[in-house]
C-alpha cells in the first residue's frame, strides 16, 4: 500500500497564477532542477538558513544545535484553473486576495462521509464563541452539538465517502483544502481535476441543509465591495447604520456617570448613551465632512466609555462597533457587519427567522414605560410595586459555582412563576447574554432540586418575609420567562428590532425553553420615556489643596 501524504490545497481564482498569486516580499525561490514535476507546473521553495532554536540560548545551552525552516508550493494549472500545492508553512506567501475562501469548506462538506467525522471549529457570531470538537470515534454531525440556527462552520474534518477513497483518505477544509492522499507527483493533475468537480457540486445542499445559512465572508474583494457600501450608507447617514458597544458593558462601577466620548478627529463632548447619531455629531464638531469618511477613518476613529471626567475605561474602534447590513442584489443573500466581521446570511433564512420568532411576540402591557436611563433604576421602581419583586443583580445558583441570576423581575401571571429579564440596548452581545440568562435560569431551577428553594428564599427576603401566593407556583417548577426590551424603536416591527444574531440567538433559547424545556417564552418591547441627554463637557477635577508648611 502506498503511503499517505499530507499536504495543503488552495483553488487560485481565475485571474491569478504563479506569476501574480505571491506576496511581492517572499522569501521563496524557483526550484532547481526537477524531474518529477507535473505537466505546466511552477514549482518554488522555502530554504531557509539555519539558525539556533530560541531556547539554545535560554538555557545557555553550549553544543551546537540549528533548525531551518523549510517547504515548497507547487501552482498547479488544472482544467482551466490554476491550484497551489503547500508543503510546509509557506502558504502565508499567498497574497490574501488570490485564492477562492470557500474551497476547503464546500470541498469537504462535498466529498466528506457524514456518519465519519472527526473534528468541527465552529463559532457564535453573536457572543464571538469559539469552540472545537474533537471525537474519538467517527461520527454524524448531530454529535458535535453544532447549533445550526447559532454557529458558523469554520472547519470539518472527516473520512471521505467510499467513492473518493481511492483519491484521498481524510480531508479538512476551511478556507484550503488539506488533504491526506496517496497519490504520488505525477497523479496531481487528476487529483486537482478531480477536487475542482467535486467543489462545483451542489450535494452538500442535500446532506447538510442547514449548514452553511450564515457564512464568515474572508474574500478580501468581496469585503471591499461590502466595505464601500458600508460607508457610502456612513456619508449619506441612512438608517440601517447602528452603532454600539461591540462588548459587555460592567454598569455595577460608576453608574451614575458612564459616558461615551470618541477620539481619533479631536476632543468629544461626553455622550450618556452609544449613539450612532453622536458619531456623527462629533465628526460635525471635528469638521470632519461626510465624503472624507472612510474605511481607514471608521478603524482609527475610537469609541470610549469614560467617567465623568472624560477619563477612557473601555476602548473600540468605531468600525467594530458598527452594526449594518446590506443586500446588495435584490432577492439575493443579506450581509451584516457585526464587531467588525462580515457574515453572509442566506435570504430564506432571514425570513424564517421572523416567521420562527413573531409569534413568541408580546405586548408585555402589564410592564410601566422606563423613564430611567439604566435597566437597573427601572428594575427597582417597578419591583416596588405589590405584585413584582426585582431580583436584580441576586444568585440562585449553589455555592462557589457560576453565578446565575434567576431574572430581574418576577411576578405571577395565571398561576405561573414569571421570570422577567430586562434591557435597555439593541446591542447585539447585550441581547444575547440577556437570552442565553432566560435559558439557563429555567435550566437550573428544573435542573437542581435545591434551586427552587433558593429562589423563594431570595423572593422572601427581598419582600421581608411576604412571599405569600408570590412563592406557590416555584414549589410546583410551574414557569414563563419573558425578555422585555426597553427601546424607543415602534415595537409593531417585532422580531425585526434586533440585530440579526440577536434573532439567531432568541430562536435558539425560544427553542430551548419552549420545546425542549416545555416553558412559555415570549419577548417584547418596553416604550423607553426618558430624554436623551444633551452632550456635556467634561467635568473638572477638584483641585488639590496646596501643600503648606507651619512656621517654626
Known amino acids: 500500500m502506498a503511503a499517505s501524504h499530507s499536504f495543503s490545497i488552495f483553488l487560485l481564482k481565475e485571474s491569478f497564477d504563479a506569476d501574480n498569486a505571491l506576496e511581492d516580499e517572499n522569501p521563496l525561490l524557483p526550484a532547481a532542477a526537477t524531474d518529477n514535476l507535473p505537466p505546466d507546473a511552477t514549482l518554488f521553495v522555502l530554504d531557509a538558513h539555519p539558525r539556533p532554536p530560541w531556547w539554545k540560548g535560554y538555557f545557555d545551552i553550549q553544543q551546537d544545535l540549528l533548525q531551518a525552516t523549510k517547504g515548497a508550493l507547487l501552482f498547479l494549472p488544472a482544467d482551466g484553473r490554476v491550484f497551489a500545492l503547500c508543503f510546509g508553512h509557506v502558504s502565508h506567501n499567498l497574497k490574501d486576495e488570490s485564492y477562492e475562501y470557500d474551497f476547503g469548506i464546500r470541498t469537504t462538506l462535498n466529498c466528506v462521509d457524514p456518519s465519519k467525522l472527526k473534528n468541527t471549529d465552529t463559532v457564535e457570531p453573536g457572543s464571538s464563541r469559539r469552540r472545537r470538537t474533537q471525537l474519538a470515534i467517527e461520527s454524524e454531525l448531530t454529535y458535535f452539538d453544532v447549533d445550526t440556527d447559532s454557529s458558523v462552520l469554520k472547519s470539518l474534518t472527516g473520512k471521505v465517502k467510499p467513492e473518493h477513497a481511492d483519491l484521498v483518505k481524510q480531508v479538512t477544509g ?56 458600508l460607508v457610502k450608507d456612513v456619508r449619506t447617514r441612512s438608517e440601517n447604520v447602528r452603532l454600539a458597544v461591540p462588548d459587555m458593558v460592567d454598569y455595577s462601577h460608576n453608574n451614575d456617570s458612564l459616558y461615551v466620548k470618541f477620539s481619533g478627529a479631536g476632543s468629544s463632548l461626553l455622550y450618556s448613551d452609544t449613539s450612532i447619531d453622536h458619531y456623527y455629531e462629533y465628526l460635525d464638531r471635528s469638521a470632519v465632512p461626510g465624503a472624507t469618511v472612510t474605511i481607514e477613518r471608521l478603524k482609527t476613529h475610537r ?74 433604576d427601572y428594575n427597582e421602581s417597578v419591583g416596588s410595586a405589590p405584585d413584582f419583586v426585582c ?47 432566560g435559558a439557563n ?58 440585530p440579526l444574531f440577536s434573532r439567531i440567538s432568541l430562536a435558539r433559547n425560544i427553542k430551548a425553553l419552549d420545546r425542549l424545556m416545555s416553558v412559555p417564552v415570549s419577548f417584547g418591547f418596553v416604550k423607553h420615556t426618558a430624554p436623551p441627554e444633551p452632550p456635556k463637557e467634561k467635568a473638572k477635577r477638584p483641585r488639590k489643596p496646596a501643600n503648606t508648611k507651619k512656621a517654626g
Open 391 to 437: 431580583l436584580d443583580k441576586t444568585n440562585v445558583s449553589p455555592a462557589k459555582q457560576t453565578r446565575i441570576e434567576p431574572c430581574d423581575l418576577y411576578t405571577v401571571r395565571s398561576g405561573r412563576a414569571t421570570l422577567i429579564h430586562v434591557k435597555i440596548s439593541t446591542g447585539s452581545s447585550l441581547l444575547s447574554h440577556l437570552f442565553n440568562q
Open 303 to 376: 469609541l470610549n466609555l469614560t467617567n465623568e471626567f472624560g477619563d477612557a475605561r473601555d476602548s473600540h474602534s468605531v468600525f467594530k462597533s458598527l452594526i449594518y447590513d446590506t443586500t446588495p442584489q435584490e432577492g439575493g443573500s443579506t450581509y451584516y457587519l457585526n464587531e467588525g466581521n462580515w457574515y453572509e446570511v442566506d435570504r430564506d433564512y432571514v425570513t424564517s427567522l421572523q416567521t420562527r420568532i413573531d409569534p413568541f411576540w408580546s405586548e408585555l402591557d402589564y410592564l410601566p414605560e422606563c423613564a430611567f436611563k439604566h435597566e437597573g
Open 441 to 498: 435560569s429555567v435550566e437550573l431551577l428544573k435542573g437542581d432540586d435545591d434551586a427552587p428553594q433558593r429562589l423563594v428564599a431570595l423572593i422572601e427576603k427581598t419582600i421581608e418575609g411576604r412571599a405569600g401566593e408570590l412563592a406557590s407556583p416555584i414549589e410546583k417548577n410551574d414557569y414563563e420567562v419573558v425578555f422585555a426590551i426597553i427601546t424607543r424603536k415602534d415595537p409593531g416591527q417585532k422580531s425585526l428590532n434586533l
Open 174 to 229: 476551511a478556507s484550503s483544502l488539506r488533504i491526506s492522499t496517496p497519490a504520488r507527483a505525477d497523479e496531481l493533475l487528476d487529483l486537482c481535476t478531480r477536487l475542482l468537480a467535486i467543489y462545483k457540486e451542489v450535494s452538500y445542499l442535500t446532506t447538510f441543509p442547514n449548514i452553511q445559512k450564515i457564512t464568515p465572508v474572508r474574500d478580501p474583494d468581496q469585503i471591499a465591495v461590502l466595505n464601500d457600501a
